[in-house]
């Protein structure tokens, strides 16, 4: 009876969220193409790149930067008066799973795994819902490009550099192969916390070979394909081959030093590029990254620390030690939690009081990330040749009393409107028919 009445449970509960779901989907239209040159004038230009450019002018055209400097013009170009504004390059998400997942206590709005272990066949893009409505709320924040990361398995598949705008898929897609990601196993005993799920009970080592099987079958069938073309297609393999040919990096999500020496270890072996996703300890192998030239994500800093002996300040303290120890580093939000992913600014400008320079700040959110996803030739700073993706705003985004004016994303002028903003006016109406407010 108790199980009968647990499905009944179950059933209403995913009636209700398919009717929620359905009105809950993002509305807003997305942006047209540009189809004239823009030029954005006497603004203040954090290009991230170089130096900041005080009173200076921008201008794009067809989705790309053109020129950065003073003085520019362009015929029939849409004029932005820039005084007293600040342009950045928009944010960039090193590590989230944003579009995959909507409400985090009903499965069938989240789709972040496929079934079985080793899936280096899929990548995340394909699953990304365009019409998230945590798209648009990370967006008005300045969010315009994010890392997004399939999830489950050891082998769980390949990130896709996503763009915040889009009618669909292909349209956010950026890079929709960025590498692949691999969780790697526990070495000794795992976490508490852990034991039930990502493989915390499983046996370490017969969890390496599996990895380490799946490359060698790879490597064996790719110098097959080689030798003879006309060799069955395997699409799993196939998929594997810019990773070593060292042509994408191999993107693994660790925590302990001792999955880094393991991780890192084999990697060496393998001649692949290595980068480390969930950095959340990373100065307890800071030796590691700095040796084997390794960039980390670290997993925000709106966390708690991850050993019960470190101090309570150890999150906030964590960029800027990295930073003074040289290694290459870049900031994701905390847990990869794509509905807080608007969080992203405020939780690199959180490690500023603890020793990391704003400047840094800024860059472990813009051209670190990007350089981290691979994508830096395209966005993370204001450079000729760049994609438009930027944001113009009336002072520091990083500050929370900062407004977002504009937000352009390879030149496209998006909407910075979402349901939180329509929730504000909602309630604003009420409050001003009720006389309370003017």
Known sequence: ??????????????????????????????????????????????TVSGDVIEKGDLLFEDGKITGIGSGLTADG????????????????????????????????????????????????????????????????????????????????????????D???????????????????????????????????????????????????????????????????????????????????????????????????????????KPVIVGGGDAMAYVDLLKRHDVMVAVSGTFRMPRRRDLSYASTFELPGQLESAGVRWCMANSDRDSSNLRNLPYEAAAAVPYGLSPEAALRSITLSAAEFLGIDDRVGSLDEGKDATLIVTDGDPMELTTVIERAFVQGRDVTLTDKQTALAKKYRTKYKQKGLIK
């Open 1 to 46: 009876m108790q199980a009968m009445q647990r499905s009944l449970f179950s059933a209403v509960l995913g009636l209700a969220s398919l009717v929620s779901g359905a009105n809950a989907q993002d509305l807003i239209p997305k942006a047209a193409p540009q189809t004239a040159p823009i030029l954005i004038q006497g603004a203040t230009i954090h």
């Open 77 to 164: 170009a849409e004029v932005i008066d820039g005084s007293g504004k600040h342009v950045f390059p928009g944010f960039v998400a090193a590590s989230s799973t944003v579009g995959l997942t909507e409400i985090g206590a009903v499965d069938m709005t989240i789709d972040t795994s496929e079934a079985g272990s080793l899936n280096p066949e899929v990548y995340a893009a394909v699953a990304v819902n365009p019409d998230s409505w945590h798209i648009p709320v990370a967006r008005r924040n300045g969010v315009l490009v994010a890392g997004v990361f399939p999830q489950g398995g050891r082998v769980p598949g390949r990130v896709s550099a996503m763009q915040m």
């Open 166 to 272: 889009g009618w669909t898929w292909e349209d956010m897609a950026l890079e929709r192969d960025a590498g692949l990601s691999v969780s790697w196993p526990f070495m000794g005993t795992a976490p508490r916390r852990f034991r039930r799920f990502r493989g915390g009970n499983a046996d370490p080592q017969a969890e390496v070979e599996k990895i380490e099987e799946l490359f060698a079958a790879a490597e064996a069938y790719l110098a097959a394909k080689d030798a003879d073309p006309r060799l069955k297609t395997d699409n799993r393999f196939e998929a594997m081959g810019p990773v070593l040919r060292g042509e994408k990096p191999v993107y693994i999500s660790l925590s302990t030093r001792e999955q880094a020496e393991s991780a890192l270890s084999w990697a060496k072996k393998r001649e692949l």
